[in-house]
């Protein structure tokens, strides 16, 4: 004792409270689900439910073990500690009541923990509804594609096309979702941590994962890859939006029209696509979260000359894009030039909220800058430099010289928010 108290030092106790103080108070923050809206233990699905129920099983069989093991330690800790003048405590041998307890009980614990665990894999694993919604994901270096097989519509020069998109996601709140996963190139992880457990997107082979959003409400939620793909895995994002059932069949409706941006004439709309174009488009906006708006800054040294975007002609963005280098990578549907298979599919951008993955806004500042020099933005990715006088961060080979001035680029960023 004397040696415990020339350890103490002024103000201990103090700083023990202190420091109990702020362990109970993170631990009670922790507890607050509002302020953590993606965090992997809000039961939105039947998925993070049935997971949530074997996680909590495991954290109180593993806390009940924890209490009964240190509680038999400071036990002996302190019945057997060393006395002035007290023998050696007796040694014991072969107590088989013991051995058989200490056999047994770890023995239950294991079975309590085996059965939920088994059945939850099993469901998680088990075939998906026959009803359910399908949607193709598909990995690539470094984006999402997602197609909905379901629903087809005549396509460019009298093709059958599937409603495709990138790096958005829309849902239908109480509909069962069956993801059928694949990836273009290297191996990537499909996860949407708000909603569900996260899958492994291989390439020469298909993994499956289902769920029902079902309490999720009509909103926004942050998805990644969470397997590491090369240079840009960390900005490989996307968006999951839950919306209602009525809102994701307008939103599937609109999805199945030609593109009709500002630069492209058109016919009189018949009655049918009036209403379409009169339901609901895309997610509102003003309405996304501030966890769901990037804030990724723009790369130093990326000028642009922001006066140009207020005389964007779309019109001449339509005949930038569809007659020159877009068309080696991009498809947009009702434009016969645009087929390109390689990048995102662009018929509907203007609608959509983030660009480079989820990686900026959708908006005229920074897609100007995204088209510009991309390189410069989001590290290793394919699409080319195409600023004039820019500098490609992957080649260095010197200043673009065949390329957009920043009024033709403004001349292109008219016309893909006009693809509404």
């Known amino acids: 004792m004397p040696f415990l108290t020339r350890l103490r030092r002024p103000g201990a106790r103090t700083a023990g409270v202190a420091a109990l103080t702020v ?17 992997v233990f809000h039961p939105r699905t039947d998925f993070n439910r049935d997971v ?15 209490v009964f093991v240190e509680g038999i330690l400071v036990v002996a800790l302190i019945r057997f500690r060393h006395r002035p003048g007290q023998p050696e405590p007796k040694h014991v041998h072969g107590n088989t009541k013991l051995e058989i307890t200490w056999t047994v009980i770890p023995l239950l614990i294991l ?28 990995g690539h270096q470094w984006w999402w594609e997602f197609r909905y097989p379901q629903y087809t519509m005549a396509g460019t020069n009298g093709r059958i096309d599937t409603v495709v998109t990138a790096n958005e996601l829309y849902l239908p709140i109480g509909r069962t979702v069956n993801f059928t996963l694949r990836s273009k190139d290297v191996i990537h992880s ?5 909603l569900a457990g996260k899958r492994d997107v ?4 298909t993994n499956y994962l289902w769920y029902t959003p079902d309490s999720s409400g009509e909103n926004v939620w942050n998805g990644a890859c969470v397997e590491y793909c090369g240079t840009s895995h960390a900005n490989m994002r996307f968006k999951a939006f839950t919306v ?14 030609m593109a009709q941006g500002a630069g492209v004439p058109s016919a009189p709309a018949s ?33 642009y000359d922001d006066n140009a975007l207020a005389a964007g002609n779309a ?23 645009m087929v390109g298979n390689i990048g995102p599919n662009l018929t509907h951008i203007g609608s959509r909220t983030t660009i480079g993955a989820g990686l900026y806004p959708n908006d005229p500042r920074h897609l100007a800058r995204w088209v510009k020099n991309a390189s410069a933005m989001k590290p290793g990715i394919a699409m080319p430099t195409f600023g004039l006088g820019e500098y490609d961060p992957v080649t260095i080979k010197g200043p673009v010289k065949i390329g957009f001035t920043d009024q033709q680029i403004a001349d292109i960023v008219a016309y893909l928010q006009s693809l509404k």
């Open 23 to 39: 362990a109970l108070a993170l631990l009670l923050a922790a507890c607050g689900q509002d302020k953590y809206p993606e965090s």
């Open 315 to 337: 019109v001449r963005g339509d005949s930038l894009v569809t007659h020159g280098m877009c068309i080696a990578c991009h498809s947009i549907r009702g434009e016969p030039m």
């Open 244 to 257: 209602s059932e009525a809102e994701f069949s307008s939103w599937i409706a609109h999805q199945e029209t």
């Open 111 to 138: 079975m309590v923990i085996a059965i939920p665990t088994i059945r939850t894999i099993f469901k998680t694993q088990a075939t998906a509804r026959s009803d359910a919604l399908q949607v193709e994901v598909i």
């Open 190 to 194: 499909f996860w949407v941590p708000a």
């Open 271 to 303: 009655a049918a696509t009036q209403v379409v174009q009169a339901g609901f488009i895309a997610f509102p906006r003003e309405k996304l979260p501030a966890y769901s708006v990037p804030q990724t800054p723009l790369p130093a040294g990326l000028s």
């Open 52 to 66: 949530g129920f074997l996680f909590k099983i495991l954290i109180y069989a593993g806390t009940a073990v924890f």
């Open 202 to 205: 291989v390439s020469n082979h």
